[in-house]
């Protein structure tokens, strides 16, 4: 497959984003036998960047349930899992009663990480997000904590999600340049509203992860070709599926791009890894561009 830069390492064009086998819209939640076959499939197509979170589980109660799949289906693989990269995130929590809420202080951030670490089974994180922002709490002294964490040995690479151009900023101030590895928002034709992210990342050099970059686990994903029909038929042109060609429109965008489909069956995962070898017309890309209204440079 081809690869592209996440920060200090080189991944896979194309990740796997691990949540669905653990939450999603449809709340089907696979078994241990078949959650892991899908990690297993995806690390068979090449994929070699795997997506999750300490909150991404069935219940309050269950946090973490992602992270140790993904950490023990990595481990049990027959492969060389020595070049996968595991990239997790903090800062939500999630309480007694599904209470949700936001903390980016050190002490919370400190145990979260720690968690991870013994979900994950690792001595440490190869890439920690900050998931979402705690408006309580000023974004540079976040990012200064998980710098913090990182000097102390249980961070290797340090990412921000669901951020804005001023806190693209702000991260790479306190970290300096270079040190920012990734940002992950939420990117597809759905919902192209990060392009302004995207971009801001590709003139800095920093790996943009588009999640749900086909629209969703609630079956948008599914139906991306029903829904905008010039994937379907660019899709048939080329005798694949409308989900590949999403991924390839996505991957033309800009070289940090790194989408990170989520799947729950082996199979979904097995095509999407596909799109990274997808070669696409400039007429093409430029249909799929005009059908979402994205206004391209010339």
Not at 9 to 37: C, F, H, K
Not at 152 to 160: D, F, L, T, W
Not at 176 to 205: K, M
Not at 262 to 270: L, M
Request: overall charge negative; charged content about 20%; aromatic content about 6%.
């Amino acid at each position: 497959m081809r690869t592209r830069t996440l920060g200090p390492y080189t991944v896979s064009a194309i990740g796997l984003g691990a949540m669905p086998l653990s939450m999603n819209n449809d709340r089907q939640i696979p078994s241990d036998e078949s959650a892991t076959a899908t990690v297993h499939a995806a690390l068979d197509a090449g994929v070699t960047f795997i997506d999750t979170a300490d909150i991404y589980a069935p219940s309050w109660d269950t946090v973490g349930h992602n992270e140790s799949i993904v950490g023990r289906a990595v481990k049990s693989w027959g492969g060389d899992a020595s070049q996968i990269v595991i990239g997790t995130k903090g800062g939500i929590t999630r309480a007694d009663g599904e209470v949700w809420g936001r903390d980016g202080s050190l002490p919370y951030l400190r145990s979260a990480v720690e968690a991870s670490l013994r979900q994950l089974d690792v001595e440490a994180i190869d890439l920690y997000q900050y998931h979402r922002p705690d408006r309580w709490i000023v974004y540079g002294e976040i990012i200064q904590h998980l710098a913090t964490l990182r000097d102390e040995g249980k961070i290797r690479a340090i990412g921000i999600s669901n951020a804005s151009v001023e806190e693209i900023d702000i991260a790479v101030e306190v970290l300096g340049e270079g040190n920012l590895a990734s940002v992950q928002n939420e990117f597809s034709p759905r919902h192209p509203g990060s392009f302004d992210e995207l971009r801001h990342c590709a003139e800095r050099g920093i790996a943009f992860l588009p999640w749900s970059p086909l629209g969703g686990t609630g079956g948008a994903g599914r139906s991306v070709g029903d829904r905008f029909g010039v994937f379907a038929d660019i899709g048939a042109a080329h005798g694949v599926s409308p989900q590949q060609v999403v991924l390839a429109w996505e991957l033309s965008l800009a070289d940090v791009v790194i989408p990170i489909p989520g799947a729950r069956r082996a199979a979904s995962i097995t095509d999407s890894a596909r799109a990274a070898d997808l070669e696409l017309s400039t007429d093409e890309l430029a249909r799929c561009s005009a059908a979402i209204g994205l206004e391209l440079d010339a």
